[in-house]
């Protein structure tokens, strides 16, 4: 038995699914640019798997291409839009807590000339609007700041980029990494008011290796890879149809996602009350964050240790971003935490099928791993 508490890393596909994906790869396995029966079948299986996906986030199935994962399209978003209006200005305005895939594209475009303002966060990991405000003015051509960080939960105020760009008269697009905020918050682009939207398949109890982006009609960027007609040619390629026919599945199989929330924060609050009665424990996460995540920390127990422990006893969390590869975390760092506090740090990450009796077991096995690695 073990207890699955790495939720933000990828969550398990879910029963509908795993069928969707195996019918697509048995029954309805064409190449989707066929023109013959089988091909059709399949251009028609993608079809309707855009307009689940598209139902799904709030937007027409014109306005959205499949690509590999949210690291592909945070790529295809932030090089494309600063390539796409480079002759407009230079300025790009993001924040010094965004996940690796968007902070070294905008790595890539400094190198390249591109002047970029990254808001800092506050201890919570909240960004200041007012500081968003005065950061982007005429030049400015593109706003990049995710929805939910991954690494502790905080909710960034992605409308205000909309409305701090129209004061500015500025000619920026904004794109929002809306990985970790797909299916556990209403996430629909025109009431958040971005032209660009980052999600990916398995955070949501879908398979790997498929994302979408979300590009608001009228919008343009300029393509990052070439050889193929296939979504519109910003992202050729022959469609991975048992993957994407998964996304489908998993995005039709979310439930509404306020009664979900309300649910995981219960969890949420259930855990974090029994945690504070463990000496020392101390919550990073910010209790507005959203609640499937919780970065917690007891100083003087290191986070490898903790992990390890935790492991070897079946259940499994995270020391933070899965893409980090263990290193040290960029995110608590920004938030200018206390070295023990980020030396010691462990993301919970819950999901809806997360339950009492393994929230019990991992507090049993934080409280047994701290007695252990510091005896």
């Not at 499949?66 to 839009?81: D, R």
Request: hydrophobic share 45%; net charge positive; with cysteine.
């Amino acid at each position: 038995m073990y207890a699955y508490f790495d939720n933000s890393a990828t969550t398990a596909p879910c029963p509908e699914a795993v069928e969707a994906m195996h019918r697509a790869l048995t029954v309805c396995w064409g190449n989707p640019s066929s023109l013959h029966g089988i091909g059709n079948a399949a251009q028609a299986l993608l079809e309707d798997s855009r307009a689940a996906v598209a139902k799904a986030i709030g937007c027409e199935p014109t306005e959205l291409l499949f690509t590999s994962g949210g690291t592909e399209g945070n790529n295809l978003a932030v090089l494309g839009a600063a390539h796409q209006l480079r002759r407009m200005g230079r300025r790009i305005v993001s924040t010094e807590i965004e996940h690796a895939s968007v902070e070294e594209a905008l790595q890539q475009l400094e190198a390249e000339g591109f002047e970029v303002i990254r808001l800092h966060p506050d201890r919570s990991g909240h960004i200041s609007e007012r500081a968003l405000y005065n950061a982007v003015d005429r030049q400015t051509i593109l706003v990049s700041m995710m929805l939910v960080n991954n690494e502790v939960g905080s909710v960034l105020p992605v409308a205000a980029a909309k409305r701090a760009v129209l004061a500015a008269r500025a000619p920026a697009l904004i794109h929002c990494d809306a990985v970790q905020a797909f299916g556990k918050l209403p996430v629909k682009p025109a009431r958040l008011g971005v032209d660009l939207m980052t999600v990916s398949a398995h955070k949501i109890h879908g398979p790997k290796g498929v994302g979408a982006l979300y590009l608001r009609k009228g919008a343009r960027i300029h393509p990052r890879s070439f050889g193929g007609e296939q979504e519109r040619k910003l992202r050729p390629g022959t469609e991975p149809m048992p993957a994407i026919a998964g996304f489908a599945a998993a995005a039709r199989a979310l439930p509404e996602p306020n009664a979900a929330l309300t649910q995981v924060a219960a969890l949420r609050d259930y855990f974090c009350d029994r945690l504070s009665a463990i000496d020392g424990a101390v919550v990073n996460s910010p209790a507005d964050g959203l609640p499937y995540i919780v970065n917690f920390s007891i100083p003087g127990v290191k986070s490898e240790p903790m992990l390890n422990y935790l492991s070897a006893n079946g259940i499994c969390v995270s020391g933070g971003s899965a893409c980090s590869k263990g290193k040290k975390s960029r995110v608590l760092t920004r938030l200018e935490l206390p070295q023990p506090l980020i030396d010691s740090a462990v993301r919970v990450s819950f999901s809806r099928s997360t339950t009492l009796q393994e929230i019990d077991l991992l507090l049993q096995g934080i409280a047994a791993a701290k007695a252990a690695i510091r005896s």
